[in-house]
């Protein structure tokens, strides 16, 4: 059977391009589309596989400027030919699911997200845009709804990486999605011989929606240890707010194995993003750690209050602040133990989530026979 993966972009390596290789496990010799591909960043990931890429590759600086080009993607995808494939699953949180597939090839989505600045978060997206960036949004965005509702009607299969996303694709494109969890790798975090030093850690790519200014403030307010674990463009913004506080510590873009130690080690995440899912809440909780939280979006689905983590109500600096208070108390009580969370983690296995998804791939092939 031959089989095409199609995926938004690949110029640095994330959740969603775990998906991708989670795919893979089921179709190893699958062929890649995807709108631009750098291959230095991406390093040995797909290096076996086949990659197609669209023309907005042959662009000068093509993987840098390529989220500048929103209004060209849809005909990127749509140029895609899958004529000669017996199966397409795309990886999407833009535009990778509005490809065309003949009617007898099964074509299966699997939604990160529907677009984010398209829909619910286009006028936050606005309001921190310059005015000519604005101006375009103002022009561009209307018209890229219509396709984005439009050319989800064509997916045979749609599924949800959380029931949060589930909501976001009924409220925005009136499909129900099946929900399949993105999973995450239990062993490669799991140590039972580390225990827990007195630092809280911040997780994810650096840029203004994951809100890592609040556990900056709040731990510079409190005094307690952060590091501060990725890059992007708010690195500096974040370096000027935590001043010369010798208890935050940036860490940088670090290798797994840095990364694996920080999270084994801390006393408890903070993550304050309003995520689709949050694979990183998961991925400490498979150290052993618990999790302080925003309650909103898929933490409430990977983090159990008063047994995994807690939660903390207001995208604030006090309410972060309040939290971190709280956990400690109910740390030092022995609330979180060790072995719990570990469990609870291991409910999000790859192994389970693969056979949820291959399940989804022959129903919807025996629907189109």
Known sequence: MKVAIVHDWLVNYGGAET???????????????????????????????????????????????????????PNAFESFDFSGYDLVLCSS????????????????????????????????????????????????????????FISSQRIDAVVANSNYIARRIKKFWNLDAKVVYCPINTERFF??????????????????????DLAVSACKKLGRRLVVIGAGSEMENLKKLAGNDKNILFAGRAEDSEVRSYLQRCRALIFCAEEDLGLTPLEVQACGRPVIAFGKGGALETVIDGKT??????????????????????????????????????QFSIEKSMEQFQKIIKETQEKLK
């Not at 140590?191 to 890592?212: G, M, N, Q, T």
Request: aromatic share 16%; with cysteine.
């Open 93 to 148: 949180s833009c535009c990778a699911k509005g490809v065309i597939t003949p009617p007898s090839v099964p074509h299966i989505a699997y939604i990160h997200s529907p677009m984010r600045y398209a829909w619910d978060l286009f006028f936050d997206y606005r309001k921190r845009s310059g005015i000519l960036t604005r101006f375009f949004m103002n022009r561009w965005i209307p018209a890229l709804r219509q396709w984005d």
């Open 191 to 212: 140590s039972a011989d580390v225990e827990p030093e007195d630092f809280y850690v911040a997780f994810s790519r650096l840029v203004p929606y994951k809100r890592i």
């Open 309 to 346: 983590g807690i939660f903390f109500d207001k995208q604030e600096t006090d309410s972060v602040a309040s939290s971190i208070l709280e956990f400690e108390r109910l740390d030092s009580k022995g609330v979180f133990k060790k072995e719990k969370i570990i469990s609870h983690a291991c």
């Open 19 to 73: 998906w991708v290789e989670y795919m893979l496990r089921l179709y190893p010799d699958a062929d890649i589309y995807t709108l631009v591909y750098n291959k230095k960043k991406m390093g040995s990931h797909f290096a076996k596989n086949k990659i197609y890429t669209s023309y907005i590759q042959k662009l000068p600086f093509a993987s840098r400027i390529y989220t500048k080009l929103l209004k060209f993607m």
